[in-house]
Each structure stands twice: as structure tokens, then as C-alpha cells.
């Protein structure tokens, strides 16, 4: 980012009305404020709620108010903003290690990933190499249910229903996944989506079932295929200068915080996730169940992917080993 676009960005924050900005913890959100539909608007809105109960001052700023994912970590690096819910991509920058969280069929789902990390004390690691970005990763959160693969003209059953549509990339990764299920993938920013949809420009993409229904496209798609993907994430980033610059007893109130905001989201996930293809359905979405021979071919499909990422070999290694000590302990 430019030095002009950066400090053009800090003077709208500081535009923004507060009591005392110095000691406000600004929360940024990265969808709508739905606490039935966004697991992470559960998560922001407990841990908001959570600090102001134990006295630290903290509100929530709108989606986009102060810009787009890039903008977003800018402000966090420089200490302008606090905490952010921020793409895995964000983190991805700084230190690729956190892409394993994004392979395809690495995870069965979110309690399994979650003992992953656990098992690899994961946040530690990627603390300990973003720090010298200023970033700190406090969580990662998930939206939903996992990801299905999401479609407007054509249902998918299979891999081969998949070769006449280009879909919705979020980065080159998921390119490589689209071209190993034999489509091919074009990345658009997701404020374009809906227009990319509608003109036929993308014929789908892949994530979490809530999402039509959250940003109101349930008249544009027509197909859900549940096909658990991979889980859909947030990345939960804070100022590392501002977290390192609290007492010790604000920084064990903001870790408090933390676990409650947690244990709200993972208790909403379970809640959520038999509702949400209901949900779907009634909104006129048609849901499909993969066969279990055709999510072992799409899971087959998947595994090369893995190398096409900026993980390196030895890291590849590394979370699949965690994924299966962490399936092994179920």
C-alpha cells in the first residue's frame, strides 16, 4: 500500500467516533452482524462482549468500513486497528504455514481441526514467525458447516459433472483444485461475485452453505453439493505492539475473551450445521449428497493439490501427520 492510501486510511479511522480512542479496542467485522447465519459475527460479537463485561472498552466497525482484507492488515501492522476478522489468505502473506488449514479433505471437520492444532501447538508456531509483521494470530474461526461446492446453471454429483464450469477462485490454490476436479477457476474479488454469477462470467464456488443465504444470492444459485471440502475460516489477527503493550491483567481478560468467543462459536457451529441445508432448501436451493464413491474420487482428485501450494514438502508432511494423530485420537 502507498504512503498517501496508508495515511488516507489512518485519518478516516481516527475520523470515526469514539470516547477514547487510545484505550478502544476496535473489533473490524468481516460480514453482517447476523448471529444466526455468521460464526464469525458470533465470535466477534462474544468477544466484544466479553471484554466490556470485564471493563476493557471494545466495539465492533462495520464490514469495509475501514477497507478491504489488504487495508485491514495494513492498519493492524501500524497499530491502528486492534483485532480484525481477516482472511487465512491475510496470515498466509506473512507466514504460508497456516495454508494447511485451507487442503482440501486434510480435515473430516471443525472439531477434528481443532485437535490438530491443538496436537501442534499451531498458533504458537505461526506467533512466533509473523511477529516480526506486528500481527498476532489470536484464533481461527469458522464460518459455518464446511464448504460444498456452490453452482447456478448445473447440479454436481461428481468430478466429471465439474468439466464444463468455471468457478469462483479465491487465489491460484484454488485454481489448481478446480483444474485437478478437471474445471478450470478465475479468481473475483467477492464484492463482484453476485455480477459474475449473473452474467455467467463464473458458474459457482465453493464454501460454506450459509453464505447464499447470508449475502442473499439464493435467487442467483441454484445447487449445493455437500461435499465437505475443507472447513471455511476466518483468521482472528490483532497488533502484536498492542497486544505485547497491555498489563498483565487486560491481556488475561482479552485471552478470557478469547475462550469465551470460542466456545460460543463452536457451540453455534453444532447448532447451525443440521440447519443449514434445510435452510437451503426452503430458500429454493436444491442440496445434493455426493455418493460415498464419488467423495472419495473428488478426495482422490484433491491430493496433489497439496504440493501446488506455497507449503513446502516437509510442511505438507507436517500437517498431515497432525491431521491423522488427531483422527487416530477420535
Known amino acids: 500500500m502507498k504512503l498517501w492510501q496508508k495515511l488516507a486510511l489512518a485519518s478516516a479511522l481516527l475520523a470515526l467516533p469514539t470516547v477514547a480512542l487510545s484505550n478502544e479496542i476496535k473489533v473490524a467485522l468481516d460480514s453482517p452482524p447476523d448471529l444466526e447465519r455468521s460464526g464469525s ?22 464490514r469495509d468500513a475501514i477497507g478491504g482484507e489488504a487495508e485491514k492488515l495494513d492498519q493492524i501492522s501500524m497499530g491502528l486497528l486492534e483485532v480484525s476478522l481477516s482472511d ?19 480435515f473430516d471437520g471443525v472439531a477434528h481441526m481443532d485437535r490438530a492444532l491443538a496436537e501442534g501447538d499451531v498458533l504458537t508456531r505461526i506467533n512466533d514467525d509473523i511477529a516480526h ?36 477462485a479465491l487465489d491460484d490454490a484454488q485454481i489448481a483444485l478446480y483444474k485437478a476436479w478437471g474445471s478450470n477457476g478465475t479468481i473475483v474479488s467477492w464484492g463482484e461475485v453476485p455480477a459474475a454469477l449473473q452474467t455467467g462470467i ?50 488475561q481478560i482479552v485471552d478470557e475473551a478469547v475462550e469465551v468467543a470460542n466456545r460460543a462459536n463452536r457451540t453455534w457451529l453444532e447448532e447451525i450445521t443440521p440447519k443449514a441445508l434445510a435452510e437451503l432448501e426452503t430458500a429454493g436451493v436444491e442440496v445434493l449428497v455426493l455418493s460415498d ?22 510442511q505438507v508432511e507436517t500437517w498431515s501427520g497432525l491431521a491423522q494423530r488427531a483422527r487416530l485420537s477420535e
Open 88 to 106: 487465512v489468505n491475510s496470515v498466509a502473506r506473512i507466514d504460508p504455514f497456516i495454508f494447511g488449514v485451507r487442503l482440501p479433505y486434510l
Open 133 to 168: 509483521a506486528s500481527v498476532r494470530l489470536l484464533a481461527i474461526v469458522p464460518l459455518g458447516p464446511p464448504s460444498g461446492i456452490i453452482t447456478t446453471r448445473k447440479a454436481v454429483t461428481a468430478p466429471d459433472d465439474m468439466n464444463d464450469l468455471r468457478m469462483r
Open 41 to 62: 459475527y458470533v465470535w466477534a460479537h462474544h468477544f466484544t462482549e466479553a471484554l466490556n463485561e470485564r471493563g476493557l472498552m471494545a466495539r465492533e466497525l462495520p
Open 202 to 251: 463464473v458458474d459457482g464456488y465453493i464454501n460454506t452453505p450459509l453464505v447464499p443465504i447470508m449475502f442473499g444470492q439464493t435467487d442467483i444459485v441454484r445447487y449445493f453439493t455437500d461435499a465437505n471440502v475443507m472447513n471455511a475460516l476466518r483468521a482472528v489477527l490483532v497488533s502484536d505492539d498492542w497486544y505485547r503493550g497491555l498489563s498483565d491483567d487486560e491481556r
Open 293 to 314: 464413491t464419488a467423495r472419495e474420487r473428488f478426495r482422490e482428485l484433491s491430493q496433489p493439490v497439496y504440493h501446488d501450494t506455497a507449503l513446502t514438502p516437509e
